[in-house]
């Protein structure tokens, strides 16, 4: 029978603005004392602009982790002032795209990366886009707004033209949990 760990104690080893890490001391009761690192970052969010024609509403971005631009749906991290995660969603939306919508669906979640982190990331679905605006250029994120349609999303999943993990996590969710409209958008 597996046994859980006990967390002893944790500190703050080193903060940056995007995550801390923290050094963990745990027991369990056959493998004694050990110290683990976990990156503490604030739940994120990412979601799927659909238009009405069936296109994703998706972002170019430069990503410094491999030094590449990326195509992925927007998304971000749950701020402080952000009232739920779907308003998160929204706000990272109206930022990265220019595109609003009233139609916001919550599609899932999953944990990013579990053996080192223990925040969320919430995946929902926007129907009725509205463009309200040009995309907003914050920071250090250099981006460009591309309309993909929807029928093209497997083909660049399998093809590794779409190898962010937290956009195929959102489309799995779009494609378990709303077969049906996913369908209807594949055959567009």
Not at 55 to 83: K, N, Y
Not at 97 to 119: R, S, Y
């Amino acid at each position: 029978m597996a046994h859980k760990w006990k967390t002893l104690s944790t500190d703050a080893v080193y903060k940056t603005p995007v995550f801390d890490l923290h050094r963990r001391r745990s027991g369990h009761p056959h493998r004694g004392e050990r110290d683990f690192f976990i990156l503490h970052a604030p739940n994120w969010v990412n979601i799927i602009p659909m238009t009405a024609a069936g296109e994703v509403v998706m972002i170019r971005q430069w990503r410094h982790g491999i030094s590449e631009f990326t195509l992925e749906v927007p998304g971000g991290m749950v701020d402080p002032e952000d009232l739920t995660p779907m308003h998160a969603a929204r706000r990272e939306m109206i930022e990265e795209t220019g595109f609003d919508a009233d139609n916001i669906i919550e599609l899932g979640k999953v944990h990013p990366n579990p053996a080192i982190q223990g925040n969320v990331c919430y995946s929902f679905l926007a129907e009725d886009l509205r463009n309200v605006g040009q995309p907003e250029s914050l920071g250090a994120e250099e981006t460009e707004v591309a309309l993909i349609p929807m029928s093209d999303i497997p083909g660049l999943i399998a093809s590794a033209g779409i190898m962010h993990a937290l956009t195929i996590a959102a489309f799995s969710f779009l494609h378990v949990y709303n077969p049906l409209s996913t369908r209807r958008l594949l055959l567009k």
